[in-house]
């Protein structure tokens, strides 16, 4: 008798990394409070240098690209949900698990900072005064997170790692060895362009004010870029981004590092 061979399962086993769709979702709250913050501030609030570099090419609609902008959330939210919907399912509880984390992440976040920069024995980080508070402020600035997250992430991350594995390939190298090589240049690359990003160097080319170099604070923001990175590649888009935005929050409230 000829034996029976096991059905396949009907589902496959899921990947490490969380789908971007319920990561997208799970992180919506965040670009929404970006937009309240906008909103409220009036035409003339300060925005986002991720969000008008991720959404320049909507420059030509002019002042109708706040709507556009608008619109293309809501309309990736639809798409994500019905994605969703269409395969493993939309899962509330898995959506709130990874806010949950994140906000633990977020938490979690400063104190791993400082013990990071105690122990790359860095230049000790200059405290300047406060920023002025308000409401409108901390909305944006916790709602710039995501855009910063989907900017540096899920772009120059998974673009570095497509890019550095392709080379690595076309070299002759194969196997676990490319995969983890590509895996730890993206998540450098990625990171060190986070770093530069803040600079005053970059942002006046963006049209805003950054900071200027400073030894201690670039080692603090690319270890905040590894951390935040591995978070991505870890838990995915959500956790990476609430921890972001959580932390964000933290200096909004308490003290503004320069």
């Given at each position: 008798m000829t034996p029976v061979r096991p059905a396949a399962p009907a589902v496959a086993p899921a990947s490490g990394t969380p789908r971007l769709a319920a990561g997208y979702l799970a992180t919506l709250p965040l670009f929404l409070a970006y937009e309240l913050g906008l909103a409220v501030s009036g035409p003339e609030a300060a925005r986002s240098s991720a969000e008008r570099l991720a959404c320049a090419v909507l420059a030509f609609l002019g002042e109708h690209a706040s709507l556009a902008r608008q619109g293309i959330l809501v309309a990736l939210a639809v798409v994500a949900a019905v994605r969703l919907a269409r395969g493993p399912g939309l899962d509330a509880r898995a959506l709130a698990r990874a806010v949950g984390l994140g906000i633990l992440a977020g938490v979690l976040l400063g104190p791993l900072l400082v013990l990071l920069h105690g122990w790359l024995g860095a230049e000790p980080l200059q405290v300047a005064d406060p920023a002025p508070r308000s409401l409108p402020?901390?909305?944006?600035?916790?709602?710039?997170?995501?855009?910063?997250?989907?900017?540096?992430?899920?772009?120059?991350?998974?673009?570095?790692?497509?890019?550095?594995?392709?080379?690595?390939?076309?070299?002759?190298?194969?196997?676990?060895?490319?995969?983890?090589?590509?895996?730890?240049?993206?998540?450098?690359?990625?990171?060190?362009?986070?770093?530069?990003?803040?600079?005053?160097?970059?942002?006046?080319?963006?049209?805003?004010?950054?900071?200027?170099?400073?030894?201690?604070?670039?080692?603090?923001?690319?270890?905040?870029?590894?951390?935040?990175?591995?978070?991505?590649r870890w838990q995915g888009l959500a956790v990476a981004a609430w921890a972001h935005a959580l932390f964000n929050l933290g200096l909004a409230l308490g003290i503004a590092l320069l």
């Open positions: 402020r901390v909305l944006r600035l916790v709602g710039a997170a995501p855009w910063e997250e989907a900017l540096f992430r899920v772009g120059a991350y998974s673009g570095a790692y497509l890019v550095l594995r392709r080379l690595l390939e076309f070299f002759g190298l194969a196997g676990r060895a490319v995969q983890a090589a590509g895996e730890l240049g993206a998540l450098l690359v990625s990171a060190v362009l986070f770093a530069l990003f803040h600079l005053d160097l970059v942002q006046t080319h963006l049209g805003a004010r950054g900071e200027p170099y400073h030894a201690g604070l670039f080692a603090w923001r690319l270890s905040a870029g590894i951390v935040l990175g591995g978070l991505f």
